[in-house]
């Protein structure tokens, strides 16, 4: 009589689909770089967090990343000040998969797929560009 160990099947081990869990030092060392309510290390945050809200955006007013307006109007003590047409070649989009910066053309230019990593971005944010953009 042996004592068969069946090998642990190899799929699963795999992510199949997304993993929600975040990792506490890629959270921490995102947080660093995105301010705001973050729940995961994607820049997901307590308002918008559906597998789709993977980028944060940078605020012209502060300079600083945040995944959401609500973010924002609940962090800082100031109005909102939206990017002009003439400051799009600027880098204020932030991948929250691969971490790359995007300017803001190329954001409007991707059809909702990061060109670095492909993962898609949430194609319902553009009903709030107006709070971050200049129309
Ligand atoms: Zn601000
Ligand atoms: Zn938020
Ligand atoms: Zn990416």
Not at 88 to 108: M, N, P, R, S
Not at 111 to 126: E, L, R, T, V, Y
Request: proline share 5%; aromatic share 12%.
């Amino acid at each position: 009589m042996t004592n068969f160990i069946s090998e642990p099947d190899e799929n699963s081990y795999h992510n199949i689909g997304y993993d929600h869990a975040p990792d506490v030092q890629k959270l921490s060392e995102l947080m660093m770089k995105v301010k705001g309510k973050t729940i995961d290390d994607q820049t997901r945050c307590e308002h918008w967090h559906s597998p789709l809200d993977i980028i944060a955006i940078k605020f012209k007013c502060c300079n600083e990343y945040y995944p959401c307006y609500e973010c924002h109007e609940e962090t800082v003590n100031h109005k909102p000040e939206v990017w002009k047409k003439e400051e799009w070649d600027t880098k204020a989009i932030l991948c929250g998969v691969c971490k790359k910066e995007l300017t803001i053309h190329q954001y409007f230019n991707s059809n909702n797929h990061c060109p670095n990593c492909g993962a898609a971005f949430n194609p319902k944010c553009s009903r709030h560009y107006h709070l971050y953009f200049e129309k």
